[in-house]
């Protein structure tokens, strides 16, 4: 019989975008677990926050034109949360070689070329920087014309682990000017799920959201104390849920940019005696 500690409870989340709105109960361990062992669901609710923007967008006469085979957004800088880094550095190590030598040598490569330019340490450690300046980093690292190391013939190379962000993208503008960054055209997404997670444990009063630039994966993990991660403690199941569906609503601070009413409300049950989240 399962302990009814690590039994998953369902929390119930309700979510509003530009008038669709996602009801469903989020099946989580009632007892202690982490971010990273959460990353499914959380996966599943950034699909559906995600799907409700392009509803919005396809009801103004637009379509989404990625397509698969077109990786020039795989080519801009990828901020992930460290408990995707974590994931995803777990990934690589389960891949056989020789694909799994080649995607570790496609990460050398890009952590060698983004160091030759002279940006490896201000995006490794992006407390010291401006949000202004971070945005300016972005188009300085897109010039570059990095690849992510995931990317493989023009595609993603590992889709269904791809990370909140790369989820989050999606663009409705013809393919060719992703290549430039020339007037893209972005499906709005009012809130954030990748924000929200890399934020989840956060200290307050942090001006810059905690990322782990993708294709410097190795080189953030070279840093990192080999001691369990303190920046996701194992914790009871809907406390993480409940933490994430705040996080996410706090995202928002960018207001919709195409017209339309946009609003997120959350009620994520919290076992008896754990605070909510700060
Ligand atoms: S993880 Fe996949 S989708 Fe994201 S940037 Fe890399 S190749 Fe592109």
């Known amino acids: 019989m399962m302990d009814p500690v690590s039994a998953p409870t369902p929390v119930p989340i309700e979510l509003t975008i530009f008038g669709g709105t996602l009801r469903a109960r989020v099946p989580v361990p009632a007892g202690p677990t982490t971010a990273g062992d959460l990353l499914t669901p959380l996966r599943a609710i950034t699909d559906a926050v995600v799907a409700l923007s392009v509803k919005s967008v396809e009801r103004e006469g637009r379509s989404v034109s990625c397509r698969a085979g077109c990786g020039a957004c795989c080519r801009q800088l ?35 070329a983004i160091r030759a330019a002279g940006l490896s340490d201000t995006l490794l450690h992006p407390r010291r920087e401006k949000i202004e300046s971070l945005r300016e980093l972005g188009v300085d690292y897109f010039r570059l014309g990095v690849p992510c ?37 972005g499906v709005p997404v009012p809130f954030k799920p990748s924000i929200a997670l890399s934020r989840l444990g956060e200290e307050p009063g942090r001006e810059v959201v905690a990322f782990v630039p993708l294709a410097q994966l190795f080189e953030w993990a070279a840093e990192q104390p080999e001691t369990p991660p303190a920046d996701d403690p ?33 009620a994520a049950t919290r076992r008896r005696g754990h605070a909510p989240p700060g």
């Open 78 to 112: 990828v901020p992930i949360s460290r408990v995707e880094a974590r994931r995803l550095l777990g990934v690589i190590e389960a891949m056989p070689d020789p694909r799994g030598a080649a995607v570790r040598e496609r990460f050398r490569r890009a952590a060698e």
């Open 234 to 266: 194992p914790r009871p199941g809907p406390e993480i849920l409940g933490e994430f569906m705040e996080r996410l609503s706090q995202s928002g601070a960018t207001p919709p940019v195409i017209g339309a009413e946009a609003a997120v409300g959350w």
């Open 149 to 185: 190391p995931f990317l493989e013939d023009e595609s993603c190379g590992i889709y269904e682990e791809r990370p909140l962000i790369c989820r989050e993208y999606l663009v409705t503008s013809p393919a060719e000017r992703c290549a430039t960054l020339d007037d893209v055209k």
